[in-house]
């Protein structure tokens, strides 16, 4: 399974980017999929995730009310609408795959990830 992440870039404060995460390669049966980001001399920290089934969502209290996850089955795709953006979401974001457990906060319990994409917010 290969997870393909694109649409960061560089915004100003408030402003708005929407992230996807395309999946490929052999027969995707991941359960959900989750976004993570890092910052510079940062751990890697959970953003947000959704449930294939259900569509069960959960998000970091960080980014609550200004970034909403969703999802197209029929193209195996995620997406991450960020809103409102602040300096402090500055990041390389990655998109996972295939947690273990639901909801699954922690990086070491995802199977599968992507290449990362940065996500700069200028003030």
């Known amino acids: 399974v290969q997870l393909q992440a694109s649409g960061g870039g560089t915004v100003q404060t408030g402003g708005s980017l929407r992230l996807s995460c395309a999946a490929s390669?052999?027969?995707?049966?991941?359960?959900?999929m989750g976004w993570f980001r890092q910052a510079a001399g940062k751990e890697r920290e959970f953003v947000s995730g959704?449930?294939?089934?259900?569509?069960?969502?959960a998000y970091a209290d960080s980014v609550k009310g200004r970034f909403t996850i969703s999802r197209d089955s029929a193209k195996n795709t995620v997406y991450l609408q960020m809103n409102s953006l602040k300096p402090e979401d500055t990041a390389v974001y990655y998109c996972?795959?295939?947690?273990?457990?639901?909801?699954?906060?922690?990086?070491?319990?995802?199977?599968?990830w992507g290449q990362g994409t940065q996500v700069t917010v200028s003030s």
């Open positions: 390669g052999g027969t995707f049966s991941s359960t959900a």
């Open positions: 996972a795959a295939d947690p273990t457990a639901w909801p699954s906060f922690r990086s070491s319990e995802y199977s599968y």
């Open positions: 959704i449930r294939w089934s259900a569509s069960s969502e």
